[in-house]
């Protein structure tokens, strides 16, 4: 895995209390709770992008299906 790199963005201050509220109750920090985030968004992101590739696989190759059924 390569070096860590910060970035910064803006967020509402309540998120930034709410983040800390279970990061505490987790023993862990703000960081670590930002980037299991970003991991689960990345990996979403990817398999809807996937999913949309089969689909557009399927038109390609002919294999649709009418309304009606």
Do not use: C, H, W
């Not at 509402?12 to 970003?38: C, G, H, T």
Request: aromatic share 8%.
């Amino acid at each position: 895995m390569s070096s860590p790199r910060i970035i910064s963005f803006r967020i509402a201050p309540e998120k930034v209390a709410e983040l800390d509220l279970i990061a505490k109750s987790m023993d862990r920090d703000r960081s670590y709770l930002l980037n299991e985030a970003v991991e689960t968004y990345l990996g979403e992101q990817r398999r809807f992008a996937a999913m949309v590739e089969e689909g557009l696989e399927d038109i390609r190759s002919g294999r649709t299906f009418s309304d009606e059924r």
